[in-house]
């Protein structure tokens, strides 16, 4: 599977989990926010059939610190930590 399949298949929960997470976590962890507003411009770029994808992965790692999983999170933001991760990982193979 490559970057843009996991996107087509992944975008529907990435879009719902990452609006979701800021409302659930943004008080207690802000960069929370960053990462929904870098996920918007992948959406962009995904459905523009733009590859230029490199800057948006590192700052999403920036963001999550290497997309660690805070210790007070929900399992919706560890799943979208771990499905961003997936996908910067299918975006540099």
Do not use: W
Request: overall charge negative; hydrophobic content about 40%.
């Amino acid at each position: 599977m490559n970057a843009r399949q996991f996107f087509e298949q992944q975008d529907e929960t990435l879009d719902l989990y990452t609006k979701a997470i800021t409302k659930a976590h943004g008080a207690h962890h802000p960069e929370i926010f960053g990462v929904r507003k870098v996920y918007e411009e992948l959406q962009r770029k995904f459905r523009a059939g733009r590859t230029d994808l490199a800057e948006e992965f590192a700052q999403l790692r920036t963001l999550t610190h290497g997309y660690a999983i805070p210790d007070d999170a929900c399992g919706a933001l560890a799943l979208t930590y771990q499905l961003l991760q997936q996908l910067d990982a299918l975006s540099r193979a």
